[in-house]
């Protein structure tokens, strides 16, 4: 069984940064692409970022590119999203997730273990 628990989220400033980390529980972390979702009040939940199981691949959602970092650290089972140039809208419950497929994936429907997510809150 993987266990996911996010951290790191928090009040921020427009244009301010945060850095969330993933702690990952089980022995395989490094098998796993991993993905970031958030989800804000009254939405669906959407993609932000994903990442292959060596870090050589990484996908961003339009909204957050140029601005969100996803890195990972097999050594240490831990995920990482750096968040810079933060906006309004950028406000959500941030969950990672882990993915067993070889191919990496954008949909939330694609991945199998959940953690229960950390809350970012940007105020302008």
């Known amino acids: 069984q993987v266990q996911l628990v996010e951290s790191g989220g928090g009040l921020v400033q427009a244009a301010g940064s945060l850095r969330l980390s993933c702690a990952v529980a089980g022995p395989t972390f490094g098998a796993y692409n991993m993905g970031w979702f958030r989800q804000a009040p009254g939405k669906e939940r959407e993609f932000v970022a994903s990442?292959?199981?060596?870090?050589?691949?990484?996908y961003y959602a339009d909204s957050v590119k140029g601005r969100f970092t996803i890195s990972r650290d097999n050594a240490k089972n831990t995920l990482y999203l750096q968040m810079n140039s933060l906006k309004s809208e950028d406000t959500a419950v941030y969950s990672c997730a882990a993915q067993r497929d070889h191919v990496l994936r954008t949909t939330a429907h694609w991945y199998d273990y959940w953690g229960q997510g950390t809350q970012v809150t940007v105020s302008s």
């Open positions: 990442i292959n199981w060596s870090g050589t691949t990484t």
